[in-house]
């Protein structure tokens, strides 16, 4: 089992920053580690995506260029850094992790069975 949560997020203007983290806790192994973000209305996307194994990194086009993923393994934790924040960015931020990892759908959330309850990011003036 494994359990995450996600902190940082708050109200930001646009063009502002935000660093969000996920603490993961329990004795499963994983393989990646994924945000996901669900605006009202919408369905849940596919934000950006750590491999553990290998390092490598995945970002929606819609983040690309003004997010960054990383990660602190000692202390259990994955951040997501959000620049040049835009309205559109307003969601529940969620991070997820799947008993495996499929890197050519990453953003799929179907494949992550632990999911943390999600922070809230609002840009707004």
């Known amino acids: 089992q494994l359990q995450l949560a996600e902190f940082g997020g708050g109200l930001v203007q646009p063009g502002g920053s935000l660093t969000l983290s996920c603490e993961v806790s329990g004795n499963m192994p994983y393989y990646a580690i994924t945000w996901f973000r669900q605006a009202p209305g919408k369905e849940r996307e596919g934000v950006s995506c750590?491999?553990?194994?290998?390092?490598?990194?995945y970002y929606a086009d819609s983040v690309k260029d003004r997010v960054t993923i990383s990660r602190d393994s000692a202390k259990n934790t994955v951040y997501l850094r959000m620049n040049s924040l835009k309205p559109e960015d307003t969601a529940v931020y969620y991070c997820?992790?799947?008993?495996?990892?499929?890197?050519?759908?990453?953003?799929?959330?179907?494949?992550?069975?632990?999911w943390g309850r999600g922070t809230q990011v609002t840009v707004s003036s």
């Open positions: 750590l491999s553990i194994s290998d390092g490598n990194t």
């Open positions: 997820a992790v799947g008993p495996g990892f499929l890197a050519t759908h990453w953003w799929a959330p179907h494949l992550y069975d632990y």
